[in-house]
Structures are given as structure tokens and as C-alpha cells.
């Protein structure tokens, strides 16, 4: 109920292709759906969050898409470049205690 | 790294020493967050805390311990009982838990020799 699963495990783009990352959630209580760019050695950084009350959003060449009843959602990066190379990480969480259930990542290769 | 610092950035132990690894933010955020990032998964929470003198176990706190004595420092110590220490620890903090957005800290590698 609290798992937070994630594909694929890896994955590899053309420069200029679509990257996209899929996750699944059961937990219907949950409310908050971030997702997390991760460099080698360094901590996670916030990319994009969605709540459930929006299907869509959008920022630059990220998009999230969240379909509720499929308890699904999932991050799409336009224009995929080499800088975007990283591992990504979905998360949800619920209520007010600001716990997050990450998902298992998904280590992105963007070829040049 | 908004404001989050951690120490040391890398961090040798000894089989049975305890060692603190510190966490500090300048962003005057009440909540705090101590993860767990073991390679190929993703990241387990070990302990939070939404207010100061005060925190809760999270999913895998077992062999760690914490306190909140102030508002900016939250520091994470891995005893001897934890019995696989080695991981990358991640310190985060939030405005409030209520708004779930968590900023992270650069980490601490630990490593068991």
C-alpha cells in the first residue's frame, strides 16, 4: 500500500528524443507527487510536483501527467539533452507529516 | 544545495564505533529529514522531525538514533547495532511537513571498513 513503483530501470535517448518515466502508486491517500533529479554524488533536487486535482503540468521541457483512477503518473522530458543525463526519482506522499515514498529510480542516458 | 549543509561529505568507520553525521539548514524550515540511498534503490526514510524536541521514526530506523534540540540542526548518529551502515545519507528539510516539498542537503557517504 505504501510502495511507490517505478520503470524503467534504465534508459536511453537520442539527444532531442522524449524521455519518459513511468510510475504507480496504491496508496489512494496519497496527495503529493514530486519528481527528483539526482547527479552522481550529489543530493536530489526538486524537479516538478503535481497534486491530484490536476491532470497535467508543465514546466519548460517537463511535464508531469497524473491519471487518478490508474493511480498512475509519469514524467516526460521534451527535448532530451545530455545534461539531462541523471537519475530521476518519482515520490508520493499523503497528509501532514510530510513523509516520502520514493520510488526506485530511473537512471537516464541522453547519447549526443 | 538551498541552504543545507552536511558532514563530512565522506566518513570511515570502524566495525562497532558510533558516528554523527551532521545536518544543518539556514532556510528556518520547522521540519527535517534523514534518507537512506543504498545503490539501485530508492531513497528509505530513517527518521523525521516536524518541530523542534520532537521526531518520529520513519521505515528503517533501527540501529540509528536523533535529536532536534534546535530548529536548525538535526543531526543523525548511526550506532554500532545498525548493522549494514554503508550508504549514502541524505538530510532534507521542508517549510512545514504540511507542504511536502523537501529540499536536500549534498550527503554524506559512510562507509564501514
Known amino acids: 500500500q505504501q510502495q511507490v513503483k517505478q520503470s524503467p530501470q534504465s534508459l536511453i535517448v537520442q539527444k532531442g528524443g522524449i524521455s519518459i518515466i513511468n510510475c504507480a502508486y496504491e496508496?489512494?491517500?496519497?496527495?503529493?507527487f514530486p519528481w527528483y533529479q539526482q547527479f552522481p554524488g550529489k543530493g536530489p533536487a526538486l524537479l516538478i510536483a503535481i497534486r491530484p486535482d490536476v491532470s497535467e503540468k508543465k514546466e519548460g521541457r517537463f511535464t508531469i501527467s497524473f491519471n487518478k483512477s490508474a493511480k498512475q503518473f509519469s514524467l516526460h522530458i521534451m527535448d532530451s539533452q545530455p545534461g539531462d543525463s541523471a537519475t530521476y526519482f518519482c515520490?508520493?506522499?499523503?497528509?501532514?507529516?510530510?513523509?516520502?515514498?520514493f520510488g526506485q529510480g530511473t537512471t537516464l542516458q541522453v547519447k549526443p | 544545495d538551498g541552504g543545507i549543509t552536511q558532514s563530512p561529505k565522506y566518513l570511515f568507520r570502524k566495525e562497532g564505533q558510533n558516528v554523527t553525521l551532521s545536518c544543518e539548514q539556514n532556510?528556518?524550515?520547522?521540519?527535517m529529514y534523514w534518507y537512506r540511498q543504498d545503490p539501485g534503490q530508492g531513497l528509505r526514510l530513517i527518521y523525521y522531525?516536524?518541530?523542534?524536541?520532537?521526531?518520529q521514526k520513519g521505515d528503517i530506523a533501527e540501529g540509528y538514533s536523533v535529536s532536534r534540540e534546535k530548529k536548525e540542526s538535526f543531526p543523525l548518529t548511526v550506532t554500532s547495532a545498525q548493522k549494514n551502515p554503508t550508504a549514502f545519507y541524505l538530510c532534507?528539510?521542508?517549510?512545514?511537513?504540511?507542504?511536502?516539498?523537501?529540499?536536500f542537503g549534498p550527503g554524506t557517504r559512510l562507509t564501514v571498513l
Open positions: 515520490a508520493a506522499s499523503m497528509g501532514n507529516t510530510g513523509k516520502l515514498i
Open positions: 532556510l528556518n524550515h520547522d521540519a
Open positions: 532534507a528539510s521542508s517549510i512545514q511537513a504540511v507542504y511536502n516539498e523537501q529540499f
Open positions: 522531525s516536524q518541530i523542534v524536541n520532537d521526531f
Open positions: 496508496n489512494t491517500a496519497f496527495d503529493y
